[in-house]
């Protein structure tokens, strides 16, 4: 009977170790209660298997989703949030991040520019006006009117259908938890 009852709750090992205790004594005294040991069992093995199919699905999830690879920034999608170093100069690589832990920055936007046979003051200002607008409907504020920063990659020179410039934001030396889409930030 104990063992039935410490097996309701999820006790696992103390159930299994008061089941073969009752097997034992059940089968040297013939006393009654074997159906009660194994059915101690029998919802222990259900409990490991429960257990087990919740923790492959949760690292499932993550490994899916690539929550800690380090990827290049031309890699990263729309919506996923990231940790790199936001104040360097270039930025080539970044690991995916949990967007529900601390992080620096999400890729909000993949807008279309078209840079070709611009300088490069002129493309930043380009990709700058493009993101700018993508921003103020991400985060529900202005860019201008934001505590956030903004920043953008370009992918490639010429506009293509799924966008050319990677708009980013963030908040170097502070870092992010929960996406910043309709954050009001």
């Given at each position: ?127 700058t006006q493009q993101c700018a ?28 259908a799924d966008g050319n410039v ?20």
């Amino acid at each position: 009977m104990a063992a039935l009852v410490t097996s309701l709750p999820g006790l696992v090992p103390v159930a299994v170790v008061l089941a073969g205790i009752a097997l034992r004594r059940i089968k040297r005294t013939g006393s009654r209660g074997k159906r009660l040991a194994y059915g101690a069992l029998a919802i222990s093995l259900c409990w490991t298997i429960a257990i087990g199919v919740a923790v492959a699905l949760g690292l499932y999830g993550d490994r899916k989703a690539g929550i800690g690879r380090t990827v290049a920034i031309s890699e990263v999608v729309v919506q996923q949030c990231f940790d790199a170093d936001l104040e360097a100069e270039t930025l080539r690589v970044v690991r995916i991040a949990d967007c529900a832990v601390a992080h620096t920055g999400e890729a909000y936007a993949r807008v279309r520019a078209n840079l070709a046979g611009l300088s490069a003051d002129d493309k930043g200002t380009v990709a700058t006006q493009q993101c700018a607008t993508a921003f103020g409907a991400f985060v529900a504020k202005p860019y201008e009117q934001s505590e956030l920063d903004m920043y953008y990659v370009v992918l490639e020179d010429r506009a293509v259908a799924d966008g050319n410039v990677l708009c980013l934001v963030g908040m170097p030396g502070t870092p992010l938890t929960g996406t910043m889409r309709g954050s009001q930030r």
